[in-house]
Nanobody, 122 residues
């Protein structure tokens, strides 16, 4: 089992930055890919960014390309999401999640954190 716990959410003004952290523990080697997803009120959960622990493959949602950066450490203990130039459309609950394979959809993830709220004020 892989345990994931997010931190770093909060309230920020438009144009600001936040860095989310995800602490991973347990059998982290069971997760081939790890990502950040978000869910805004009334909307479906979507993948924001996903990567392999080695960083060999990384994909971003078109809406965050060039503004967000996902990274992980070689020890497979922490995954980060650096979010820059935030706007109100980025307001959502952000989840850290891991998959035993390469995750293409939210349903492909096997392990989930509880989420952290990000609110961007205009």
């Amino acid at each position: 089992q892989v345990h994931l716990e997010e931190s770093g959410g909060g309230v920020v003004q438009t144009g600001g930055s936040l860095r989310l952290s995800c602490a991973a523990s347990g059998r982290t080697f069971a997760a081939y890919s790890i990502g950040w997803l978000r869910q805004a009120p009334g909307k479906e959960r979507e993948i924001v960014a996903v990567t392999t622990w080695t960083g060999s493959i990384t994909k971003y949602h078109d809406a965050v390309q060039g503004r967000f950066t996902i990274s992980g450490d070689n020890a497979r203990t922490t995954v980060y999401l650096q979010m820059d130039d935030l706007n109100p459309e980025d307001t959502a609950i952000y989840y850290c999640a891991g998959s035993r394979g390469w995750a293409k959809t939210p349903d492909d993830f096997d392990y989930w954190g509880r989420g952290t709220q990000v609110t961007v004020s205009s």
